[in-house]
T-cell receptor, first 110, second 112 residues
Framework: RKEVEQDPGPFNVPEGATVAFNCTYSNSASQSFFWYRQDCRKEPKLLMS???SGNEDGRFTAQLNRASQYISLLIRDSKLSDSATYLC???????????FGIGTKLQVIP | EPEVTQTPSHQVTQMGQEVILRCVPISNHLYFYWYRQILGQKVEFLVSFYNNEISEKSEIFDDQFSVERPDGSNFTLKIRSTKLEDSAMYFC??????????FGDGTRLSIL
């Protein structure tokens, strides 16, 4: 099993749609989980941290399921500007090293 | 908003030459990192640095690589003898605590 696994997509969705991405991780000792966004040939930008209780930031909701070792990201009311690659990032068990998934590409179409 | 800055934005180097990539982390951050991303592939961890020493490194970070914090603001990655497969985007990151990490806009390294 890969350390961090994501469906690379692409997910093509119309404006206004709701879209969800999942990510699975293999290290049961992982403690910190994040979603980053990466635009083409740009740096990863922190979108949100993911907590066990779930967290929401505007149109974005992240959930963590420790028992099943997966993380999800829900985007409501998709905007054209949401088009990007969404990277699932997991730590190595409380240490500084983090592992990135390959990313899920989202294309929001008018 | 404070940000991580990297120079140069693009570096072209002949195979076998040494290259130094530079980064200025966010000023109150204590942890520093280098990552690389080969075109079309995922972001890969290279090394983390804390309290003036390497704290973790990956198998990619072999003897050809070194990091340094020469003064209170800069953080550098040196590749001693570059290979074609070192061509990639190199990202520096920093964090105040162990997580989360904030990334610079990268240096594109092209080895000829």
């Amino acid at each position: 099993r890969k350390e961090v696994e994501q469906d690379p997509g692409p997910f093509n969705v119309p404006e206004g749609a709701t879209v969800a991405f999942n990510c699975t991780y293999s290290n049961s000792a992982s403690q910190s989980f994040f979603w980053y966004r990466q635009d083409c040939r740009k740096e990863p930008k922190l979108l949100m941290s993911v907590y066990s209780s779930g967290n929401e930031d505007g149109r974005f909701t992240a959930q963590l399921n420790r028992a099943s070792q997966y993380i999800s990201l829900l985007i409501r009311d998709s905007k054209l500007s949401d088009s990007a690659t969404y990277l699932c990032v997991v730590d190595s068990g409380g240490y500084q090293k983090v592992t990135f998934g390959i990313g899920t590409k989202l294309q929001v179409i008018p | 908003e404070p940000e991580v800055t990297q120079t140069p934005s693009h570096q072209v180097t002949q195979m076998g030459q040494e290259v130094i990539l530079r980064c200025v982390p966010i000023s109150n951050h204590l942890y520093f990192y280098w990552y690389r991303q080969i075109l079309g592939q995922k972001v890969e961890f290279l090394v983390s640095f804390y309290n003036n020493e390497i704290s973790e490194k990956s198998e990619i970070f072999d003897d050809q690589f070194s990091v340094e914090r020469p003064d209170g603001s800069n953080f550098t990655l040196k590749i001693r003898s570059t290979k074609l497969e070192d061509s990639a985007m190199y990202f520096c990151a920093s964090s105040e605590g162990v997580q989360p990490q904030h990334f610079g806009d990268g240096t594109r390294l092209s080895i000829l």
